[in-house]
Nanobody, 123 residues
Framework: QVQLVESGGGLVQAGGSLRLSCAAS???????MGWFRQTPGKEREFVAA????????YYADSVKGRFTISRDNAKNTVYLQMNSLEPGDTAVYYC?????????????????WGQGTQVTVSS
């Protein structure tokens, strides 16, 4: 069973950067991995995803050009580098794993989730 643990969240000023990490236990090398975020009262929304070998990455329009997803399969870890952060990026960020070949933005395709890490961007 895959278990995911996120880290790296925190408080940062607008324009700053953070790097989130997602450490996986269990074999996730064949899984697509995604990052999602959620704010109170809203549905969890797609941020970015990467296929199993790291060749293909996908981004929500709202973060394209600012965020970069990557993975190190030797370390069973996925990263989300977040630059030029905006107050609208404030949310709890979740890592997720999916068995689909081509990652999708739909939460229903992800079978394992981390507990989330808080990112707060001050103006």
């Amino acid at each position: 069973q895959v278990q995911l643990v996120e880290s790296g969240g925190g408080l940062v000023q607008a324009g700053g950067s953070l790097r989130l990490s997602c450490a996986a236990s269990g074999r996730t090398n064949s899984y697509a991995m995604g990052w999602f975020r959620q704010t109170p009262g809203k549905e969890r929304e797609f941020v970015a995803a990467i296929n199993w070998n790291g060749i293909s990455a996908y981004y929500a329009d709202s973060v394209k050009g600012r965020f970069t997803i990557s993975r190190d399969n030797a370390k069973n870890t996925v990263y989300l580098q977040m630059n030029s952060l905006e107050p609208g990026d404030t949310a709890v960020y979740y890592c997720a794993a999916s068995k689909v070949v081509i990652p999708t933005p739909s939460t229903s395709n992800y079978t394992a989730w981390g507990q989330g890490t808080q990112v707060t961007v001050s103006s």
